[in-house]
C-alpha cells in the first residue's frame, strides 16, 4: 500500500467487528529481502492482529533495504534517521486510519530489521508494547544521541546466531545488555546458528509473543 511514507503490506482480521480494538504488528526485512519474507513467521496471527510488513525505501538487489551502511555497524546517520522517522510515521497513521489497540503495539524485524526495531522503540519508549529483534544490534549513535525514552514497560525478545559471520554475536549481547541498563524486561536466546532464523529461534519467538500480545 502507498498512502504511507513508506509501502507495507498489510494482514488484517477478514471480520472487524466494531467497538473492537486489535494489536499490530509492524515487521522490518533485512538487507535485500523485502516485505514477505518474514510473514510465515506471524501470518497466522492475522485473525486476531493487524500486521503491517514493511518494505525498505531502497533497493537492494534482489530486495530492498531500510538504510545504506559507511561501515561496519555504521549505518550512514541520516538515511537511518530517515527511515526511523518514516516508520514512526507509518505508526502514527495506520493507528489513525485502523482500530489498533494503542496498548498493543509491536515491532519484529531480522538484521537491517531489528536494528531498526530496537531504534525506534528506544524512540518511542513505553509507547511500544514489545519488540522482537532477531539477529540485530543498536548503532552507537542511537545509543550516545538518540533521546531514548523510559522502556519500563517495553518487553523485548532478543535473539542471536553465536556464529553469525554478518553481524557479531557480541553485538546481540550488547543490545540485550544496553536495554537491561535502561530498565526494560529482556529475554535473550542465543543459538548455534549463523545469521538466519532457525525453527528453535521461531518457536521461541512464537512463545514470547502469544504471552505478551
Do not use: C
Request: hydrophobic fraction near 40%; aromatic fraction near 12%; proline fraction near 7%.
Amino acid at each position: 500500500m502507498l498512502d504511507s511514507p513508506l509501502y507495507y503490506k498489510l494482514l488484517k482480521p477478514e471480520k472487524v467487528e466494531s467497538n473492537k480494538t486489535y494489536p499490530a504488528i509492524f515487521i522490518m526485512h533485512g538487507m535485500g529481502s523485502n516485505e514477505e519474507d518474514l510473514l510465515p513467521l506471524v501470518h497466522d496471527l492475522a485473525n486476531s492482529a493487524f500486521i503491517f510488513s514493511i518494505r525498505g525505501p531502497i533497493g537492494q538487489p534482489p530486495g530492498y533495504a531500510f538504510f545504506t551502511i559507511e561501515g561496519f555497524g555504521k549505518p550512514h546517520r541520516n538515511v537511518f534517521d530517515n527511515a526511523v522517522q518514516g516508520v514512526i510515521q507509518l505508526i502514527d497513521e495506520m493507528s489513525k486510519q485502523h482500530p489498533i489497540d494503542a496498548s498493543r503495539l509491536f515491532l519484529m524485524g531480522f538484521s537491517q530489521g531489528a536494528i531498526l526495531s530496537m531504534s525506534v522503540g528506544l524512540t518511542l519508549g513505553n509507547r511500544i508494547k514489545g519488540i522482537a529483534a532477531l539477529s540485530g544490534y543498536i548503532p552507537d549513535f542511537v545509543k550516545e544521541e538518540y533521546k531514548n525514552q523510559d522502556i519500563g514497560a517495553l518487553s523485548l525478545f532478543i535473539s542471536h546466531g553465536e556464529m553469525d559471520p554478518v553481524l557479531p554475536f557480541d553485538w546481540g549481547q550488547e543490545a540485550q545488555a544496553f536495554f537491561r541498563q535502561l530498565g526494560a524486561p529482556v529475554e535473550f536466546h542465543a543459538y548455534p546458528v549463523g545469521h538466519q532464523v532457525s525453527q528453535e529461534n521461531y518457536i521461541d519467538f512464537r512463545k514470547w509473543l502469544e504471552k505478551n500480545i
